[in-house]
């Protein structure tokens, strides 16, 4: 089954304990991305990369990190998180650059 | 500054009958616009979409039109059933990245 997973789910954390969350897909696709969804603003994206070992600032990278080592996954880090990174993460992947995006079901991450 | 809008919150449609869903964006450059559903606790899945060339695609139940005049996008759903319940975002394209609108809870009544 083609698909997006994302891991974990649901992750509680302190301000400052670095994390990753993963993402990988199975489709075989160039372009993958992550968002996080905020309530009023829609989804805002953090960073993408156009193929293996290629990457880009999205609109709200700061307090973000991402590498792109295997064409299938492509991990966020968390640094040293902050509350208000406290959001709903979620990532894609599309083949062939922007379009039709497949999504992952999504991170909810509290920081506290 | 929003550059793709969708500016009702919240929309409520009897079962059979038709919903429309608006979209407003403000750079003339989107080449590509999509429409996307989400339900809850899950990721959105893509719906249809448009390019900048043509003013109107349609798929079964679901037609997008394109005013570029206006930068005005929308969404029809005919006949709106109940699992067409869902948050819809419009998102338009802009060089490598898709640029989001705030969504808009569509709510079909029995």
């Known amino acids: 089954e083609a698909q997006v997973t994302q891991n974990p789910r649901y992750l509680i954390t302190v301000t400052g304990k670095k994390l990753t969350v993963t993402c990988s897909q199975n489709?075989?696709?160039?372009?993958m991305s992550w968002y996080r969804q905020d309530p009023g603003l829609g989804l805002r994206q953090i960073y993408y990369?156009?193929?293996?070992?290629?990457?880009d600032k999205g609109d709200v990278p700061e307090g973000y990190k991402v590498s792109r080592k295997e064409k299938r996954n492509f991990p966020l880090i968390l640094e040293s998180p902050s509350p208000n990174q406290t959001s709903l993460y979620f990532c894609?992947?599309?083949?062939?650059?922007?379009?039709?995006?497949?999504f992952g079901p999504g991170t909810r991450l509290t920081v506290t | 500054d929003q550059q793709v809008k969708q500016n009702s919150p919240s929309l409520s449609v009897q079962e059979g009958r038709i919903s429309i869903l608006n979209c407003d964006y403000t750079n003339s450059m989107f080449d590509y616009f999509l429409w996307y559903k989400k339900y809850p606790a899950e990721g959105p899945t893509f719906l249809i979409s448009i390019s900048s060339i043509k003013d109107k695609n349609e798929d079964g139940r679901f037609t997008v039109f394109l005013n570029k005049s206006a930068k005005h996008l929308s969404l029809h759903i005919v006949p709106s059933q109940p699992g067409d319940s869902a948050v819809y975002f419009c998102?338009?394209?802009?060089?490598?990245?898709?640029?989001w609108g705030a969504g808009t809870k569509l709510i079909i009544k029995p």
């Open positions: 894609a992947s599309s083949a062939g650059g922007v379009g039709e995006q497949y």
């Open positions: 998102a338009a394209r802009s060089g490598y990245q898709l640029i």
């Open positions: 489709m075989n696709h160039e372009y």
């Open positions: 990369s156009m193929n293996v070992e290629v990457t």
